[in-house]
């Protein structure tokens, strides 16, 4: 039995990651070794870890290592603590191979812990451009991963072109297409998220349309982050015929300026047409967005799943810039009034047409395959 | 003024920026941060730092986050304390530039706490190609740096090819050739090693002719880092006609190994021959170099400053793999007979060429003109 | 000049420090270093560093060290960080004394860094039983201290039970019945609490009278925090007619269950007669308290300043337990019926007189005035 | 099962608590959780660890903390790192009971450690008095923990005086009597050292007399640890008719300067009477000072075991002062002379009577039987 060893360290990571894991798990010679970490197990961030469990998945450690403050001093020392608890988690564990996801800061501590104890690390989205911090990160973790499995053919080329060997690199698609697959079918909303989830705000009949909101701060910018946030607020305030659902931020330096933006908005303003959610299930997330009017926001669930299902989306700002898009996607800036006119236009506008730039739907079962099959190695040279 | 911030972690770096340094320092818009850290505080690896003070420069803040452990771990979370206190250095420090210098596994920790916390980073000899855990970090390094400082032609390309922008890629040769510069010309050994720097063995005279030894543990194979210092060890025995002057290794995981057999094999053979050196300034290291039959070992000093001296060169395993070589090298496995071979096959032939692959002597004051001029950013995104 | 340096951890300690920090601030032959760290920076705890710079004190070094999680392992962790990174702050500042104050869990993060780097340190308040982990912690760092600036007469007798040297501990009184002493004069409510700090909730009417509540998770009785606050919230809902101000506790494991409790009953029932602070300075709130019908929770505050003030005091459960008190406080159970039956005493009762148990007023100087005359020494023997 | 976590931090406090460990495993209801932390996992310092399981216990976990640095920066910060990694480590075991041991500066992290987790803490030899910072440690940890082992009733008495509850304190005598009582009846040296712990330097007859010598740095007065140690060489160099065998020191901030002095004397000086050891098992090391004229130095097994055994004892410095003791004890300061007048003295005199001050040879078993016995709590308040 080879032993996987998936590290998971916010919320959006794990819909990122969640088919793999079942197929790792159902996989007669994988063993899975689940860790949750860093935001994944925080109350203001959602506590993703309930979702895993609820999904039914065994966690091996669990590990705390998110430094509080509001600065990005906190995030190098995240990551530092990250290292120091990851690398004992592992030892304690002796993997075969470890699994990062993605390029939130934090996913550094894993790529470093296991490549540095010499064990062979698998990255999970590499490749892909987006003109942040997140990809200084995500390349970064690149040059420490033994093995690559990708999403798209846009970021196989890139890795590729970083230098690493032709057999290390995997297209399987990203999992995340696999769960926007299973909800497709449904053409309807089967759940009532007011009752499932709570949140806060007012609960606006949902049986017409809806907008649903999501946006995060933007590392690089974070002072701004309130006042990116209110741009948005603004325009959502603004229209009041259309319910909003929003949801809440995950971890980030900069996170509690846009979480204070939210707040001081619902102190000041009524938003009467407005609820807001701290965190769903990655499948009834995606149900929601797929009975929607559009997604409005900078996550990038609009770059993928978005596409896959054929929902428009409204991209602010740069968080996304040079992700490979669909057509389901219309650029504005932090603008109050692009924002609104975008909103206007996707109202008035057909549907677009769904594309599998992002995979097929069977992304986690071919990562597993890929897991179960690679010649352990964590021993690598630049092709060039 | 602009702050630019050298954080050194170990002795073999200190010889890679001197003279950058001192060009910082001179500078009349620069002002030198200079930060010392990790195994380049220790006395068990030389105490790098007394030689940094007695060249007159003045350190800022010294870091201790060496983790003792002969093991993996131990270099993992010697770089999550890394994080942890350089962070908090930074921040006091509020440098314009953050810079750090070459491979070792612990500059990773001086690139991310720089990185995270948004400082522009300038990494030191980038590019370069060694195929060992090294080249993981190096690489990995590049892709977090927002300015590579090389120092050849072939790593120029490389980073080119990884994906930086042309604008922030210099080719300034590598500052130890600029130290190698000083030596050249002095035709002699200009002071004695034994009463200078200790040590401890026999004092074979040196005025004819003396190998120098230097092997480092290699770290994806610490465990056979014994092993391959015997076979080493046991070829300096087997001749003992010409003396040995032999450097103690820094450290890494693994180097216990290696210095335990080098104790070993002291208290067992007599070795009369043979003196054992744990440290030497640069410039007298060179200067030895320079007088020596030849280098054996696997220190990057035989690839780059003994190529620009002509000094002949046995290097030994796999550290130096696929770096850039000139003639003066000859490669041999871990093999006593391969090492025997070569040391017979240099006593017969004439000395090598110089060639300046590493640069012409200049890279210290290439390097700070660089920081003095590149635009300050810290934002930056893959050019394909 | 002689070095002070006081780390202040928490909001509430702040308070029992602040006019001492001024007394140090102007005494001639010292020289305040003010480190602010752990929750005393943080924004859910009330951002305690505003109203310190409000204060005009500088803050020479803050440190972030709080780890985030609902449990007692970040407290563990959070105190491990705190030497880390309080050990480097001590290097930096080479303080003459350090000081601590009280006995909340991550004090015992200056009190190890500096006892092991052999800097004399004062401890604030030591001596006071109160039969929970925090008495724990008190007794340790009495054993750690050099100095002990007791707040009362049984504070001092138990320091010297201790085994302390007699010329080492200074019944100084607390700097917190300073505080009190200043609003004592003013015999009405100076200032407007909703336009001055905001928070939350309804904004009743507080020209008649009204209550204050200030209720903390018990740390080794974390699980329960939330069922503690909810009786007491029931208490307060269920009597509508006198206004209530809540102020929300700060960091500790549990404090999550108390916010928790506190945040699903503003959702769930109609509570127009409370407002909810995060946050007030020291003399407001004590002006506040001093005009208030009463204090209800388990704050020291009750105990304390408000015997100093003869303010009636409602003290819920276990919190308190053994800390010397006057005729001001009513210990109750966590019962609903318990409290309200107190609530009711307190309106038709006359108002307690007042007692001078925790000092006179002067405690600042007094403890300016030890710091500057103590023998500076780190080496200590138990006296029997 | 009652499952009892007991945390060994170094060579020393193996012995003080290896027949407690047999005890605890063989008890049938105890499950014992080992685990082995700082310098005893390390070669510098002897590497304990192997001898531990050489002796047949099983390691549940590794901690390495030991932050490498010659300064007491470096003793608190390694302090830090084992709160870190021990809360992690009791997390996974779920200990019912934690057991630290003695006094040395890393214990205090397991005690904080176990404290801050509610994991009852019990703690082997609190209550003694040595007059040095271990003092400070020592006391400090008794006011942690809930349970207190002592080795004496001057320790019993002491351990009440600080206020713990009677029914918490328990004179069990000190472990390392159960081993002096083992080797008591041997008679003669069965072992050869040299054969069995190699070890370095001259190999002198052993079959008439010889001296031992074990000899620590003293924490408060490091910078001195060179000078002190050199008044000791002296003394045995200028001795040479009595072969000397001389135990290396454990880890401590200074250690490094009593290792230093020790080796620049076997480089300076013939030694031809003098062999240097590393480590040696307990029970040799017992028969070895049995056999011996008597022990030089200040470790504490002069103190406890020597006086069981009736071996006399030089006993140089502050490090043991006012730990209670037998009429086998002479005290001398740092003083060449001094020392060689007592050795001298000891020749002539006859061998004093052994007492029984620290135990009648089965506090292994007393410690188990009281762990098994007592009710778990980690709640307590002082008496007084």
């Known amino acids: 039995m080879r032993k996987i060893c998936v590290v998971i ?23 899975l070794q689940l860790v949750v970490a860093a935001s994944a197990l925080l109350e203001r961030y959602g506590t993703a ?6 999904d039914g998945f065994h966690i091996v450690a669990k590990v705390f290592n998110v430094l509080e403050g509001e600065n990005l001093t906190a995030a190098a020392k995240t990551t530092g603590i990250g290292i120091l ?121 949902l049986s017409n349309c809806y907008w649903v909101v999501m946006q995060h701060p933007v590392t690089n910018e974070y002072q701004n982050s309130r006042k990116h946030v209110e741009t948005t607020l603004e325009a959502i305030r603004q229209q009041t015929e259309v319910p909003v659902l929003w949801f809440w931020p995950n971890v980030d330096a900069g996170s509690d300026g846009t979480s204070t933006g939210i707040r001081a908005y619902r102190e000041k303003y009524d938003l009467s047409h407005v609820h807001f959610f701290k965190n769903m299930q990655g499948n009834d997330f995606l149900n929601l967005l797929d009975q929607s009017i559009g997604l409005i926001g900078n996550s990038s669930v609009g770059i993928r799943e978005c596409a896959y299902l054929g ?47 992002y995979g097929e739907g069977d992304a986690g079962e071919k990562i597993a395959a890929v897991l179960a099959k690679v010649e352990l190695k964590f021993h690598k040279t630049i092709v060039y």
């Open 49 to 54: 870890v309930n979702y895993i469990k609820a």
């Open 85 to 205: 608890e990851l690398s004992s988690v592992f030892e304690n564990l002796q993997p075969d191979i470890v699994v990062t996801v993605a390029d939130r800061f934090e996913t550094m501590a894993t790529a470093i812990a296991a490549s540095y104890m010499n064990i062979p690390l698998a990255h999970i989205q590499g490749g892909e451009v987006t003109g942040n911090i997140d990809e200084k990160v995500r390349h970064s973790i690149t040059k420490l991963a033994d093995y690559h499995l990708v999403a798209s053919q846009d970021a196989e080329q890139r890795v590729l072109k970083l230098g690493e060997e032709p057999t290390s690199v995997f297209n399987t698609g990203c999992p995340s297409i696999d769960l926007a697959k299973e909800v497709q079918g449904l053409n309807q909303l089967n759940f009532n998220p007011y009752e499932k989830y709570g949140g806060v705000g007012a609960q606006p009949d």
């Open 311 to 357: 929902v428009p989306v409204i991209n602010i700002g740069s968080r996304q810039n040079r992700r490979q898009r669909g057509k389901n996607v219309m650029d504005v800036n932090y603008s109050t009034q692009e924002i609104t006119q975008a909103m206007n236009q996707i109202q008035t506008n057909p549907r677009p047409t769904p594309a599998t730039i």
């Open 9 to 31: 360290t916010a919320r959006p990571s794990y819909s990122r990651i969640k088919t793999a894991l079942k197929a790792i798990q159902e996989h007669p010679n994988l063993e």
